[in-house]
């Protein structure tokens, strides 16, 4: 069983910056690919970026590309996202989530790939 908690998030204003952290448990986060979605009032939940298990494979979707980015620290068995230029679409309740993949290096795009989900943390972009 893995454990996701989400922080980082608040209340920002447009064009202002903002790194979530998800802090897992357990020893084998480096197993992991990990991913983060997103979450709008009456809105289906959607990708923002994911990241495999080696650091070396990272997807974003177009909406985010080029000024969110994500990372992970194996040691701190943590994965960020850097989220710069934000937007007042960009609010949301962001999760993040964990994927068990000990023979791939991919990242993974679908919500129903991932197994284990955090409790998201919300962003708020003013305008």
């Known amino acids: 069983q893995v454990q996701l908690v989400e922080s980082g998030g608040g209340l920002v204003q447009a064009g202002d910056s903002l790194r979530l952290s998800c802090a897992t448990s357990?020893?084998?986060?480096?197993?992991?690919?990990m991913g983060w979605f997103r979450q709008a009032p009456g809105k289906e939940r959607e990708f923002v970026s994911a990241?495999?298990?080696?650091?070396?494979?990272?997807v974003y979707a177009d909406s985010v590309k080029g000024r969110f980015t994500i990372s992970r620290d194996n040691a701190k068995n943590t994965v960020y996202l850097y989220m710069n230029s934000l937007k007042s679409e960009d609010t949301a309740v962001y999760y993040c989530?964990?994927?068990?993949?000990?023979?791939?290096?991919?990242?993974?795009?679908?919500?129903?790939?991932?197994?284990?989900w955090g409790q998201g943390t919300q962003v708020t972009v003013s305008s």
């Open positions: 989530a964990a994927k068990r993949a000990l023979y791939s290096s991919s990242a993974y795009v679908a919500k129903d790939d991932y197994d284990y």
């Open positions: 357990g020893r084998t986060f480096s197993s992991y690919a």
């Open positions: 990241i495999g298990w080696s650091g070396v494979n990272t």
